[in-house]
DNA sequence: CACACGAAGTTTGCGTCGCAAACCTGTTTG
DNA sequence: CAAACAGGTTTGCGACGCAAACTTCGTGTG
């Protein structure tokens, strides 16, 4: 069968919906700057630096700090399995949107 | 414009993986027990009714209890907001996923 | 009858988390 | 120089989700 309570297990680390929001803005951009991002996602700063922070910490995204116009300048991109966990959380999200109910009935 | 950082604040009541589950079930069906909703959507017995609970106090669902063959029977069925809101909450997925990043450019 | 057992839920304890607000550090601006 | 600002980070705390313990009613079974 394939019931939401088969594999689809939402990871909460992805999930919640400013990291959710984070991941689903740099799976479309190669890489995005701190700034960018939290105009992108309407965090705030707090916020989005301890959400990139968690992130870094799973190892879903990399984060290199730069100084641009002496200013600094806090660069982030997806690594590989970040993409392939964005892209399998919505696959996921999908399938249980997608689900019916008769895939119990046995 | 129409970036993440607009309307789409994702709501954590219905976003909570528990929750969505149950909420999409329910709107494919009418109405469902306790025992079935469990199933579905893999939750303890516990923790479905904690997200039971939460939700009857947000009246996104209704819950009537009853005896069926002499056995406690739990009834949970949507609200109309309950309907409406796990419907938006999709369109707003969705709108998420659908976001590109050029929107941000003005 | 008494006692165990299971089904259907509910309640509780606790570790974790996300948010807002305070703080930090370097750079312009008046 | 002081004040404001840009770009982030750290902290405090209330809220939350989960697993485990508890409850209640009904059904064997010796």
New binding site residues.
Partial sequence: MSAPSDGPILD??IH????LAIMTVLSTVESA???FL?RATG????????????LAEAELVT?E???V???????VALTATGLQRITQHWDRLHSLRNFSAQSLSE
């Fill in positions: 909460r680390l919640e919906p400013g990291r700057d701190f700034v939290q965090l705030t700063k707090g916020n989005l630096s301890s959400h990139l922070t968690k984060i700090k730069r100084f116009h002496r200013k600094p300048n806090t660069n």
